[in-house]
């Protein structure tokens, strides 16, 4: 059930059944996170080299992402704001 003031829109199935591991949602302390996200919570998660300058990602979001030249790999410690994928390419 939707919170009070927030808005929520139905996410195309393609967002909601994107493959690749992930810690489950209770892994994750929001207690000091300004919003709490809900399982299927879209957000941008920016990334550091690679083809991409962000990720647009369900919660929780994938701990790898396969690209053609390579792997972003989430780094998630810390508050939310400071997550990114570091690209890892697959030929050095």
């Known amino acids: 059930m939707a919170r009070p003031g927030r808005i929520v829109t139905r996410r195309p199935s393609r967002f909601r059944e994107q493959p690749g591991p992930r810690h489950s949602a209770d892994w994750y302390d929001q ?4 919003t709490v996200l809900d399982v299927g919570d879209r ?3 920016p ?5 991409s300058a962000s990720r647009l990602e369900t919660f929780p979001p994938r701990l790898e992402i ?3 030249d390579g792997t972003y790999v989430l ?6 704001q400071a997550w990114r994928y570091v690209f890892i390419p697959s030929r050095p």
């Open 66 to 68: 396969e690209e053609p």
């Open 75 to 80: 780094v998630d410690v810390g508050p939310r």
């Open 43 to 45: 957000l941008f998660i």
């Open 31 to 34: 207690s000091d996170d300004p």
């Open 47 to 51: 990334c550091e080299g690679g083809p």
